[in-house]
């Protein structure tokens, strides 16, 4: 067991403020195979533990961890630590097996398929349900036979706070589901919709201009890395660490720059943020006014434009000295999300000339071929599989969830945006970016956010007194201060 500080930082340009939210790092033993009583092997989860405001018989307040480290997510998510002291919580981040710490194999996790192949979300979720038996066993009393667990998560943390309501309803009382695209799967949304709210947000905190330039480029780039000077030429222009050579790498540089344009709508939020890498308020205004300020006479000056563009997410602090190919966000786990995404995650994404990325068609047989060449011969052969396990849009079952969702969150375009059920409610932030509701308070947030969140205290409140009156104690925590 070891003391963690993580620091929940606001920055204000040129300098940051850090507010320590302080944890206790501890692991707990967790089969390696859940569903398999001939495995008996078992390996270290990493989960945080932050207990400064908790009072017997309070809540848990449980974070189901997503595709990266721990750490980024509960220095991300202070919402939760903000209304802790509300509910006299709990506050326990779980870190999701196979990244972060919490590897199966070791150094070896990644190395074939026999080790890479426990890595699931149905195995996750197994390994969280298993943590929190041992937290209701660890924290119950004599007056409460029972602890209550309200499960948080934003992204593929909230697609996993929302499925282990649904899978498992008697480990957690309710969940918010933060960003969460739990319809983001074959047949349930169309696929054109991601790229199109990403252009979106261009046309929206940029301008139209904007997104036209970015949109033009591409044909460009291609045209660009036909040549050897040109290859030379795109290298140096975008600083990128090694040279390109063939046209391999100049797909890879279209990929990598479309990624960018991806993460920066993501995490678009009015003030400086550091989650995906050092970020100016309002980051893709920043983005256009770069692009929008250079004067466009030839080809090259159309393409120096975009790199001038995307600087503000490759270098804003000016202290990086080369860009490389290999990803785009170095505090989340793309190699692990990648195998996810070629086995059960599939998510049918296109583009067409109704957004500003490259035409590209969805096509599942050259997605499959993919993904075998990258992951030691695994393709995905059920598509179907995440909408037969959880239930895609059928959830008149559940109960007691909160889907939010920003509508300038590509994400979005598989959120859950209208109340399912008197029990499964959707929150709608007009202008909100990626888990906006989920960071910590700001002042520069907007009133949307602030009303949000103010419904999640609500509904957890509504959760916490109806499980307190089932277990007879009504009165274990003064909930009239609400």
């Not at 196979?98 to 070791?106: M, V």
């Not at 498992?168 to 969460?180: K, T």
């Not at 050092?278 to 205004?285: F, G, M, S």
Request: glycine share 6%; proline share 5%; hydrophobic share 40%.
């Amino acid at each position: 067991m070891k003391m963690l500080t993580i620091l929940c930082c606001v920055a204000i340009i040129p300098t940051v403020l850090c507010a320590p939210y302080t944890y206790t790092t501890k692991y707990i033993d967790v089969p390696i195979d859940h569903f398999n009583f001939a495995n008996n092997a078992t390996f270290k989860l990493r989960y945080l533990v932050n207990d400064t405001y908790y009072v017997k018989d309070g809540p848990i307040f449980f974070y189901t961890g997503n595709e990266g480290q721990i750490e980024t997510f509960a220095q991300n998510t202070g919402f939760i630590n903000d209304i802790a002291p509300k509910f006299n919580a709990l506050i326990v981040f779980a870190e999701h097996r196979y990244y972060g710490e919490s590897l199966p194999f070791g150094n070896q996790s990644y190395t074939n398929l026999k080790n890479l192949g426990y890595l699931s979300s149905s195995q996750a979720l197994a390994d969280f349900v298993y943590l929190i038996t041992e937290l209701k066993q660890q924290y119950k009393s004599q007056e409460l036979s029972s602890v209550p667990v309200i499960a948080f998560g934003g992204s593929y943390g909230g697609m996993l706070s929302a499925w282990i309501r649904i899978k498992y309803p008697a480990m957690v009382e309710g969940a918010i589901a933060s960003s969460a695209p739990i319809w983001q799967f074959t047949d349930l949304t169309p696929c054109k919709l991601f790229y199109r709210i990403v252009t979106n947000v261009y046309e929206t905190f940029g301008t139209e201009k904007c997104a036209d330039t970015i949109k033009k480029s591409w044909a460009l780039l291609r045209a660009q890395g036909k040549s050897d000077a040109g290859k030379a030429w795109l290298t140096e222009e975008f600083k990128l660490c090694s040279p390109l050579k063939t046209d391999a790498n100049i797909s890879a540089l279209a990929d990598w720059i479309s990624g960018i344009y991806v993460n920066l709508a993501m995490v678009n939020y009015p003030y400086p943020t550091g989650f995906l890498a050092q970020l100016p308020a309002y980051p893709v205004r920043e983005v256009c006014d770069n692009i929008n300020s250079i004067n466009i006479t030839s080809d090259r000056d159309h393409l120096k434009a975009i790199s001038m563009g995307l600087s503000v997410y490759t270098n804003f602090t000016k202290s990086k000295k080369c860009n490389s190919l290999g990803g785009t966000s170095a505090n989340l786990g793309e190699k692990g999300w990648g195998f996810q995404s070629c086995t059960e995650m599939v998510m049918p994404m296109c583009s067409t000339d109704d957004d500003m990325f490259e035409n590209l068609k969805w096509d599942f047989k050259q997605y499959q071929e993919d993904c075998t060449k990258s992951y030691f011969g695994v393709k995905p052969l059920n598509p179907y599989l995440p909408i037969m396990e959880y239930g895609g849009k059928d959830l008149e079952a559940a109960s007691n969830i909160v889907f939010s969702n920003g509508l300038m969150d590509p994400w979005s375009s598989g959120g859950v945006l209208s109340n399912v059920s008197s029990k499964i409610f959707s929150v709608i932030l007009p202008d909100g970016a990626h888990h906006y509701d989920l960071r910590s308070a700001n002042p520069d947030d907007t009133d949307t956010v602030k009303d949000v969140r103010n419904f999640h205290v609500k509904a957890i409140k509504s959760w916490l007194k109806n499980f307190y009156k089932a277990h007879t104690l009504a009165n274990v925590n003064d909930f009239s201060k609400f």
